[in-house]
């Protein structure tokens, strides 16, 4: 049995990952290949339970804090999800990983690289995605796309320039890791950026017969 693969899916609020990767995962299951999708943080019961504080509005977080947490849900969720799946040779989509934490609490909550690069090669097991895409969206546009009824969860009510910098945060990723990263222009219709999706999918893993 083959090692699955591992897809995470990158960008700001609003630029439409969580109805994206549902297509993606049917179009894999179209191609007979074992899917399960998964999120971060979260995907585990101790993920999900960090999941709701990080959320909260009434959480006061301070950044390395919130660091420390999105790590440790990410470690149960490597050990109990990521590595069983994979060895399973089950396709895992994530929406966001390690980059997430490189963007939001490096770039934005401005929070030492070499902080996040201590906690990545002790607590992540090596687990790297065998591919992310990144939906490429500036946050002008990204926060037209706020569902006006949602209530806003923690990270949603921080200001313009959090996001401002976590957006930019995200492009540098996407310069120093242009073999692993593509990006997808969400700033088109949503079946335009599925398609555009699957043709990367399709290329990356050929081997496959995708």
Same mark, same amino acid.
């Given at each position: ?19 994206? +990767?549902?297509?993606?995962?049917? $179009? #894999? !299951? ?9 999120? !971060? ?11 709701? +504080? #990080? ?5 006061? +977080? ?8 999105? $790590? ?8 109990? =999800? =990521?590595?069983?799946?994979?060895? &399973? ?14 963007? *939001?609490?490096?770039?934005?909550? &401005? =929070? ?18 065998? #591919?992310?895409? $990144? /939906? ?9 796309? /706020?569902?006006? %009824?949602?209530?806003?969860?923690? /990270?949603?009510? #921080?200001?313009?320039?959090?996001? *401002?910098? @976590? ?9 120093? %890791?242009? &073999?692993?990263?593509?990006? @997808? ?5 949503? !079946?335009? @950026? ?17």
């Amino acid at each position: 049995m083959s090692k699955g693969k591992f897809i995470s899916f990158e960008g700001i609020e609003g630029v439409g990952k969580s109805t994206t +990767i549902n297509h993606i995962k049917k $179009f #894999l !299951e179209k191609k007979d290949i074992d899917v399960y999708c998964t999120r !971060e943080p979260g995907g585990t019961n101790f993920g999900e339970s960090i999941r709701n +504080i #990080l959320l909260n509005n009434k959480s006061i +977080i301070y950044p390395e804090a919130e660091l420390l947490l999105m $790590f440790a849900s990410r470690n149960q969720h490597i050990e109990e =999800v =990521v590595i069983p799946k994979l060895e &399973k040779g089950i396709w895992v989509l994530c929406d966001r990983f390690i980059d997430a934490s490189y963007a *939001y609490q490096g770039y934005g909550k &401005k =929070v030492k690289s070499n902080k996040i690069d201590l906690l990545v090669k002790n607590f992540t097991k090596k687990i790297q995605p065998d #591919l992310t895409i $990144f /939906f490429n969206l500036n946050y002008d546009l990204a926060k037209k796309r /706020f569902p006006k %009824n949602k209530k806003k969860d923690r /990270f949603e009510n #921080l200001d313009n320039e959090f996001f *401002y910098d @976590v957006y930019s945060g995200y492009l540098e990723l996407v310069k120093s %890791n242009k &073999k692993r990263i593509k990006v @997808v222009d969400s700033n088109q219709s949503k !079946e335009k @950026v599925c398609n555009e999706i699957k043709k990367i999918i399709t290329k990356t893993f050929k081997n496959f017969n995708i």
